[in-house]
């Protein structure tokens, strides 16, 4: 839908050529729907003085299943700002993998993890899981109720059933079991050993694509607050103080 146009600019416009701007050839309707129009058209003021959306705050988080760390972060900081936060806001990207070690056989490859095997398998099973969901608003709450649970290997299809029932738990087991599963995590390594600075330890925290020890610290220990405090646009009702009318979103 095209920007509303100021009142002075049709005004302008109706006049006539004597106050046309000679190098706008466009109606008045389209100054603001490019810069370069925009500039043509000699509508820079206007056109700054219409409401943008503001961009969303952007989190990665980079984890092992079986971290205790990431699992109190994923359970107690992340999940429940992301409740609270329309989805404008916030935009999450998890990449489990941490400080796992990969390798190429003949070919194939083969992960080792720092809390062993179950962990290698509860970060594939998450990989594989937001794979087949694709959708984050799909995919998000079955990992808080792995991470939150017994068992990242065991509960999947409990998880499932409660939060994604639409998502099938064959289809992701057999990402898990056959060749796709390695390839997803062969990527969540590349990715890993991608960030700069190069992590450290996990859970690994990067907002806005920069990671300090001060950002890390505020995200760990009060996530809600420094996501209001970077966001740019208006503020939502959870960023005030005041109670929501309801939970943000559903967890479909």
Same mark, same amino acid.
């Given at each position: ?23 706008? /050839? ?8 490019? $810069? ?9 003021? $206007?056109? *700054? /003085? ?7 705050? +952007? =989190?990665?988080?980079?984890?092992? *299943? =079986? ?14 700002? $992301?409740? =609270?936060?329309?989805? +404008? ?16 056989? /003949?070919?194939?490859? #083969?992960?080792?993890?720092? #809390? ?6 509860? /970060?594939?099973? +998450?990989?594989?899981?937001?794979? +087949? ?70 859970? $690994? ?40 009318? *309801? ?6």
């Amino acid at each position: 839908m095209a920007p509303a146009v100021p009142l002075a600019l049709l005004v302008l416009a109706a006049l006539g050529p004597g106050l046309a701007w000679p190098a706008c /050839n466009y109606p008045p309707l389209l100054w603001c729907s490019s $810069w370069e129009i925009t500039v043509a058209c000699q509508a820079e003021a $206007w056109c *700054s /003085n219409l409401s943008r959306p503001a961009a969303p705050v +952007e =989190l990665s988080l980079y984890y092992e *299943s =079986l971290c205790p760390a990431c699992r109190a972060f994923v359970v107690q900081q992340l999940f429940t700002t $992301w409740l =609270l936060l329309p989805a +404008e806001v916030l935009n999450i990207t998890l990449v489990p993998y941490g400080n796992a070690q990969e390798t190429n056989v /003949n070919g194939t490859w #083969h992960f080792q993890c720092q #809390h062993g095997p179950e962990e290698c398998l509860g /970060n594939m099973v +998450e990989a594989c899981l937001m794979h +087949e969901a694709k959708d984050f608003g799909t995919y998000f709450p079955v990992i808080f109720c792995l991470e939150s649970g017994v068992s990242v290997t065991k509960d999947l299809e409990a998880c499932l059933q409660v939060y994604a029932p639409q998502v099938s738990a064959a289809r992701v087991a057999a990402c898990v079991e056959g060749e796709l599963g390695r390839q997803l995590m062969h990527r969540n390594a590349q990715l890993t050993a991608a960030l700069t600075p190069q992590h450290q330890y996990v859970p $690994w925290i990067v907002v806005n694509g920069k990671h300090t020890e001060e950002l890390q610290a505020q995200a760990q220990s009060t996530l809600l607050a420094l996501v209001c405090e970077l966001y740019q646009g208006e503020k939502p009702e959870s960023c005030t103080g005041r109670a929501p009318r *309801s939970v943000a979103r559903s967890m479909r």
